[in-house]
């Protein structure tokens, strides 16, 4: 099976990280936080220690990754908004030199609107420009359930 990268591995991340698990895959999940590294090893990730506010970090995360999950469509905090738009412009140039072959981009959530079209528009960019195959997840986060299965399924179509 395939290894899946969840970047952003909260609570919706560590969710997708069980399904995806179960289904087989290995699955890698990213926190800022040293201390939440357990919870993801408890959803059956493999914790990884990075910041997407620096894609440096993320580097190393992405060895032997076929596809690549950026669930920040409720980040909070300074520097949210910038998820979708430099950061995410940055690692999705930075995907072309690597393994990964796929993007989930979570395209719901409470951030602004326009900031989560604009995350949408640097994620159809780089499939147009680098033949990068992207799912766009759109499924209201607080439907928690289906967003699971929605994420899921999406990062299946992603590895056919």
Known sequence: MAR?????????????????????????????????????????????????DRIATLMEALAGVTVVAWLF????????????????????????????????YEAAGTLPADVREGGAAVVRAAAATWSIPVELLATPPDACDAWTRDAAAATARLLR
């Open 73 to 104: 469509g409720s980040a909070t905090g300074a520097g949210a908004e910038e998820l979708h738009a430099g950061r995410l412009r940055m690692l999705c140039e930075k995907l072309v030199d690597t393994p990964v072959r796929g993007l989930l």
């Open 4 to 52: 899946v990268l969840i970047v952003g591995c909260g609570g919706r991340g560590q969710a997708l990280a069980r399904e995806l698990a179960a289904a087989g895959h290995a699955v890698r999940g990213t926190t800022r936080d040293p201390a939440r590294a357990d919870a993801i090893a408890a959803a059956g990730a493999e914790p990884y220690v990075g910041d997407p």
